[in-house]
T-cell receptor, first 114, second 115 residues
Framework: AQTVTQSQPEMSVQEAETVTLSCTYDTSESDYYLFWYKQPPSRQMILVIRQEAYKQQNATENRFSVNFQKAAKSFSLKISDSQLGDAAMYFCAYRSGSNYQLIWGAGTKLIIKP | ETGVTQTPRHLVMGMTNKKSLKCEQHLGHNAMYWYKQSAKKPLELMFVYSLEERVENNSVPSRFSPECPNSSHLFLHLHTLQPEDSALYLC??????????????FGSGTQLSVL
């Protein structure tokens, strides 16, 4: 069965600095999709970025980018120029190409220090 | 108006009560989901509906009863809950169920406390 592991329960970063959140996953499939969702104090989960496994190029969305290492089964999220509004829980998720169910990590709490 | 709206925001109930959680999506999506979020645990998928038909029931106890009267509304009926059912219940929607690249849109959840 697929699993998703986020080894950092909590991370902190100084405002305007860069932070990387780690995520590893376990799968025997070659067709899958990876996601990072953000859950701010408002509790509403929001998609930050997503990556298709067959694409070698790392996805980017403004200040958010991923480092997708398929062989290592690693999918880390880099946040550049951290802002106070980035403070939230960040969840990594995996979806098989043959199944619609998302497999979620336990989350990383990101604290932004002003 | 937000895309996915959940009510109530907070709910406290006794173990013998019956209550319902409501979710409404204004995005024209065909799929709706109930998730349970407990502290320091991954999100657990409870139910999935596609065009008002249930397509997934992940071994959820019968004290949780979903209802999807149309593609815009989803309910979760609760009865004789246990204290361990206390959690944040999140509703989500997506355009389709089967699209692997589908983006989920979430509501703000109902924080449930069972006394």
């Amino acid at each position: 069965a697929q699993t998703v592991t986020q080894s950092q329960p909590e991370m902190s970063v100084q405002e305007a600095e860069t932070v990387t959140l780690s995520c590893t996953y376990d799968t025997s499939e070659s067709d899958y999709y990876l996601f990072w969702y953000k859950q701010p104090p408002s509790r509403q989960m929001i998609l930050v970025i997503r990556q298709e496994a067959y694409k070698q190029q790392n996805a980017t969305e403004n200040r958010f980018s991923v480092n997708f290492q398929k062989a290592a089964k690693s999918f880390s999220l880099k946040i550049s120029d951290s802002q106070l509004g980035d403070a939230a829980m960040y969840f990594c998720a995996y979806r098989s190409g043959s199944n619609y169910q998302l497999i979620w990590g336990a989350g990383t709490k990101l604290i932004i220090k002003p | 108006e937000t895309g996915v709206t959940q009510t109530p925001r907070h709910l406290v109930m006794g173990m013998t009560n019956k209550k319902s959680l409501k979710c409404e999506q204004h995005l024209g999506h065909n799929a709706m989901y109930w998730y349970k979020q407990s502290a320091k645990k991954p999100l657990e998928l409870m139910f999935v509906y596609s065009l008002e038909e249930r397509v997934e029931n992940n071994s959820v106890p019968s004290r949780f009863s979903p209802e999807c009267p149309n593609s815009s509304h989803l309910f979760l009926h609760l009865h004789t809950l246990q204290p361990e059912d206390s959690a944040l219940y999140l509703c989500a929607s997506s355009q389709e169920v089967q699209g692997s690249y589908e983006k989920l849109f979430f509501g703000s959840g109902t924080q449930l406390s069972v006394l």
